[in-house]
Every structure is written in structure tokens, then in C-alpha cells.
């Protein structure tokens, strides 16, 4: 069992309706000097333009940003951390390491990986076709589509994440309606970044992720805001 769990990895990610959402953070620059100032020397339509000869390039260092870029945080004991703050929003993370036993995670591990009725699903972006770098199972009453790729409504839950299910809403005391599963067949398995924020979800959904196999870091950043000229 330890070679297998060397090789591959498998992740589930509850979601459930709630208040907490990470929010993004972004750099804005005032470009009101630069404009004013391009205003005040911007030649009139009537007036012949300068010589090209003659002409004069300055440099000016771009105006200094509202928001930094935070410095990456590296977080491996258990507790409550405030990961984002205002004014782009609070966002928190409970980490809890062996939150199943190394023993119990072994023989769990072993049967989502055999049972599960994992599928490699197909991506057309830009008139080509790709695999997705891993594979996937869906559990939830409502059908879930995430990159313009819909995975049907499947509300047999197997007996094992029914189980997980159950526990994880006693920790949190949060309800959770849907599981995303993600079987990492070897470290060439991947998942692009995404935002976990599709309508099915829900406006502030709450996950909880758990994972058994393999050990990998789990990254997270913000998603910058929209910006408004």
C-alpha cells in the first residue's frame, strides 16, 4: 500500500452554501498625472508639429501600485489561518493535518481507487481537443459544469464518502450538497487553478477538501479583481 500511495493521489472537494468566499485583491495605478501631463504638451490641431528631429523622450517610473503582491506563506501545522484581509475581503483556512488516521486514510485510499467509477474527460478549447490531466467522479443532485464541461447529476453516493460526507459536516457544522473527486494517477496529474465559485455552487460556497495518497502542496491565491477604467 505505501507504493501505491507514493504514486498516486486522490482529492475530494466538498461544497456547500455559506458566508466565507476568498476574494481577490489587485493592483490599480493612477494614470490622472500622466494624462494631465500628455494634455499639457500635446501640440494643438492647428499648430505645426515639432521638428521629429528635436523632439525629446523623458522616462517617468510608473506611479507606485495601492496593493502589493503578498509575499507566499507556507502553512503545514494545524489552525485557523486569516489567509486575505480587506479591503479586498477576509478569507480564512482550517488546516487540520491526520485529520484521518495514516491507517484508516491506507485502506480508504485503497477502496475509492478501485471503486469509484473514475472517467478521463475531454476539453475542446480553440478547435482542439485534450485530455484533462487526471481523473473525475461527480456526486450530487444537480448536474455540475466547470469549463464548459458538464458532468451529470449522479445522487448515488458511494457508501464511503456518504461516511465522509457525514463526518466532515459534524466537524464543521456546515451542510455540504455536492463532491468533486480527482484521481492523480502519477505526479504528471494536475489540476489548473480555478475559483470553485460556479453558479451550482451556490453565491459564497464553503469547501472542504480532503485528500488521501501521495503528499502534495495545495496552493491557493487570489483572483484579481476586475478592473474599471
Not at 509575499?71 to 489552525?79: C, W
Not at 486575505?84 to 481507487?113: C, N, R, Y
Not at 459534524?170 to 494536475?190: P, Q, V, W
Request: charged share 25%; hydrophobic share 35%; glycine share 4%.
Amino acid at each position: 500500500m505505501e507504493d501505491k500511495r507514493q504514486r498516486a493521489r486522490v482529492q475530494g472537494g466538498w461544497a456547500s452554501q455559506g458566508n466565507s468566499r476568498m476574494t481577490p485583491c489587485t493592483a490599480f495605478r493612477d494614470p490622472s498625472a500622466r494624462n494631465q501631463a500628455f494634455a499639457n504638451s500635446a501640440p494643438s490641431r492647428f499648430q505645426r508639429e515639432a521638428d521629429p528631429s528635436k523632439r525629446q523622450f523623458v522616462f517617468k517610473a510608473p506611479e507606485e501600485v495601492v496593493c502589493k503582491v503578498p509575499e507566499p506563506r507556507l502553512i503545514e501545522k494545524q489552525g485557523l489561518y486569516e489567509i486575505s484581509t480587506l479591503p479586498s475581503g477576509v478569507s480564512k483556512i482550517h488546516l487540520i493535518p491526520g485529520f484521518i488516521s495514516l491507517s484508516e486514510a491506507d485502506w480508504m485510499f485503497d477502496q475509492l481507487f478501485h471503486e469509484i467509477p473514475w472517467r478521463q474527460r475531454t476539453h475542446v478549447r480553440h478547435d482542439q481537443s485534450y485530455d484533462e490531466p487526471r481523473l473525475t467522479a461527480w456526486y450530487g443532485k444537480l448536474p455540475y459544469t466547470y469549463s464548459r464541461l458538464e458532468m451529470q447529476a449522479n445522487p448515488d453516493w458511494h457508501p464511503l464518502l456518504a461516511m465522509l460526507k457525514d463526518l466532515i459536516e459534524d466537524f464543521t457544522k456546515n451542510t455540504f450538497n455536492s463532491l468533486l473527486c480527482n484521481l492523480y494517477r502519477n505526479e504528471k496529474d494536475s489540476v489548473d487553478w480555478h475559483s470553485d465559485d460556479e453558479p451550482t455552487l451556490g453565491k459564497n460556497p464553503i469547501i472542504a477538501s480532503l485528500s488521501f495518497g501521495a503528499t502534495r502542496m495545495f496552493e491557493m491565491r487570489k483572483k484579481p479583481l476586475p478592473v474599471s477604467l
